[in-house]
């Protein structure tokens, strides 16, 4: 049973910075690409970062609006991926979902979800 759990968000004053957690448990660390996801109430859940099965640092990929500011990495020997959020704008304030699934920027290209991590910044 795959599980996927979120944790590290919180609310922050711009120009702040926060590290998101996702540990996954029941697959194998490396079967999945992961991403990470966010929601604002009424609008489309959006792609924020994603990575290949390997983790290797230059595989991850960022949407235009977090690049340069938030960095994405993944430690398959822990089952583990992390967002670390640099300068934090009030944009930015979402839920945190982390996915494990095929690369893409599409939500539907992923089996399975966390509850996801509120993130608020004022």
């Known amino acids: 049973h795959v599980q996927l759990v979120e944790s590290g968000g919180g609310s922050v004053q711009a120009g702040g910075s926060l590290t998101l957690s996702c540990k996954a448990t029941g697959y194998t660390s490396d079967h999945y690409c992961m991403a990470w996801f966010r929601q604002t109430p009424g609008k489309q859940r959006e792609g924020v970062a994603a990575t290949d099965h390997t983790g290797r640092s230059r595989s991850a990929t960022y949407a235009p609006f977090v690049r340069g500011r938030f960095t994405m990495s993944r430690d398959n020997a822990k089952n583990t991926i992390a967002l670390q959020m640099n300068n934090l704008k009030s944009e930015d304030t979402a839920l945190y979902y982390c996915?494990?699934?095929?690369?893409?920027?599409?939500?539907?290209?992923?089996?399975?979800w966390g509850q996801g991590t509120q993130v608020t910044v004022s």
């Open positions: 996915a494990a699934g095929s690369l893409s920027w599409a939500d539907t290209a992923y089996k399975y």
